[in-house]
Nanobody
């Protein structure tokens, strides 16, 4: 089994920054791609970005390009999401996800393992 635990969420003013972390435990050798998703109140969960097994390839949704950066430290079994220039529309619960697949897929069904989520609230 693989367990993912997010941390780092909180309340920040518009224009501020946050860094989310996702700690991976269990059979982490099964993990290749990893991603971040978010779900705002009343909306469906959406893809934020993903990263390949060695960090060499990343993919982002258009609304966060240039503001968010995904990285991973496989030695520490940790995934990160550095968020800058945060806006109120970034307010959501952010989820870490992972899968054995080697291709970054921008849909939920591309990921088998999920964390419980961490709340990010951006005030105007």
């Amino acid at each position: 089994q693989v367990t993912l635990v997010e941390s780092g969420g909180g309340l920040v003013q518009a224009g501020g920054s946050l860094r989310l972390s996702c700690a991976i435990s269990g059979r982490s050798f099964r993990i290749n791609i990893m991603g971040w998703f978010r779900q705002a109140p009343g909306k469906e969960r959406e893809f934020v970005g993903g990263i390949s097994w060695n960090g060499g390839s990343t993919r982002y949704t258009d609304s966060v390009k240039g503001r968010f950066t995904i990285s991973r430290d496989n030695a520490q079994n940790t995934l990160y999401l550095q968020m800058t220039s945060l806006q109120p529309e970034d307010t959501a619960v952010y989820y870490c996800a992972a899968d054995r697949n080697y291709v970054i897929i921008p849909q939920e069904d591309g990921y088998h393992y999920w964390g419980q989520g961490t709340q990010v609230t951006v005030s105007s």
